[in-house]
């Protein structure tokens, strides 16, 4: 009964609704290459255009979703939105033409920058500053069962019957969690106590590019993202190279993040919250870059398996504690805002992979050395934003 009183219902209904949905999505965004393929028989160009465009329009929905969510209330903007979300992947099971999946999956990225800004400042709203950086690292937990459960359902269903069902499946979980939602935001009030500022989008532009804590960390957020976009990119394609059954070996790594991330995150979470935010993202970025420098000099599936274990604590370590950052840097009346804002540092997924690429085609013996180097440069960042939080 202690766990459950720990935080306010409200935070458990959305933590477990994370769970819920992204399992949802996790049935059905990471195959979609395969779908497009196999089903519409797209072209690799039109699949990279078709898979970017969701973290493009990720990178710059998240600071119009953030400021909507704080102008027009957390409840609006998440109902509004789980319902589009729904009829999206309706589409996905639908429509037959490529460029119109570009669109559905354009309005997909779009809908996950407004919802997660919205859900995270209605969690924030109900839970005391104290337990905000367990909040963030159980949300990244739920994050993380999702992607193991999700991805193998997805398998499954796909196996046992039409290409099409997981989208309709899927489709129907965001309506179902859409209508609970609604039955909960009924029996508790979910006005936020501090209200919103009233100031046009570009007044907001103006008050959020004008605080430099908030740059230097969206600058670090961009670098660390860059390099982690690695992970899905360049190093499938670094260990098909180098190592014999490579993809059999990728999908290993893979399972082992998950279960790391959920065999660490709690004993992890706890101690990160006796000591300082920056010396948490500092242990973090060092772990991300120990476990490049391991894959760039490794030659064996067990290094692998090494470097992954150390990079997978790197991210238990630093995630977390970089949207606890945002949130404490932010006014109190624009806690969606600057969350949705921090979407900016999806701009370092979206370059990653052109940049990773080019690497592994010119200088691949140097590629995961380049990346921990520029981990390591990301503290630069955060440092500066740091001093400037101690200063104020």
């Known amino acids: 009964m202690q766990f459950i009183s720990f935080f306010h219902p409200i935070v458990w209904i959305i933590l477990n609704g994370t769970i819920f949905t992204r399992i949802a999505s996790f049935m059905t965004i990471p195959f979609l290459a395969i779908y497009l393929q196999n089903q519409l028989h797209a072209s690799p160009l039109m699949i990279g255009i078709t898979l970017g465009i969701a973290q493009l329009c990720a990178t710059v929905g998240g600071f119009i979703g953030g400021y909507l969510t704080d102008k027009f209330g ?10 589009i979300w729904s009829a999206v992947f309706v589409g996905f099971a639908t429509v037959g033409v490529v460029e119109l999946f570009i669109l559905l999956n354009a309005i997909n990225g779009l809908c996950r920058s407004f919802f997660e800004p919205a859900t995270q400042a209605l969690m924030i709203d109900f839970t005391e500053e104290k337990k905000r950086r367990r909040l963030f690292s159980f949300r990244y937990t739920a994050i993380n069962i999702a992607a193991v459960i999700g991805p193998l359902c997805g398998v499954w269903i796909s196996g046992m019957s039409n290409a099409k069902i997981p989208f309709f499946i899927t489709a129907t979980m965001y309506a179902v969690y859409g209508v609970f939602l609604i039955f909960m935001f009924q029996k508790y009030d979910v006005t936020p106590q501090n209200q919103a500022q009233k100031q046009t989008i570009l007044q907001m532009f103006k008050v959020i590019f004008s605080d430099k804590k908030l740059l230097y960390l969206l600058a670090g957020g961009i670098l660390v993202n860059l390099c982690y976009s690695q992970f899905d990119s360049t190093l499938p394609q670094y260990i098909n190279l180098n190592i014999e059954n490579g993809v059999k070996l990728y999908s290993v790594l893979i399972t082992l993040n998950a279960i790391v991330v959920l065999a660490l995150q709690l004993p992890i979470g706890i101690y990160t919250e006796r000591i300082s935010i920056m010396k948490s993202l500092v242990f973090g970025i ?20 090494v470097g992954m274990i150390i990079f997978t604590v790197g991210e238990i370590f630093a995630f977390p504690m970089m949207n606890a950052l945002i949130e404490e840097i932010a006014p109190a009346t624009q806690k969606a805002t600057y969350l949705g804002a921090s979407q900016f540092k999806n701009l370092g997924g979206f370059i990653g992979p052109v940049f990773g690429g080019w690497l592994l085609i010119h200088f691949s013996s140097e590629l995961y050395i380049v990346m921990a180097v520029i981990f390591l440069f990301s503290l630069v960042f955060y440092r500066l934003a740091f001093l400037m939080k101690e200063t104020v």
């Open 74 to 83: 957390r409840k609006f903007i998440i109902l509004t939105t789980v319902f």
């Open 286 to 305: 060092l772990f991300f870059a120990a476990g490049f420098i391991i894959f760039n000099f490794a030659h064996t599936p067990w290094l692998f398996i």
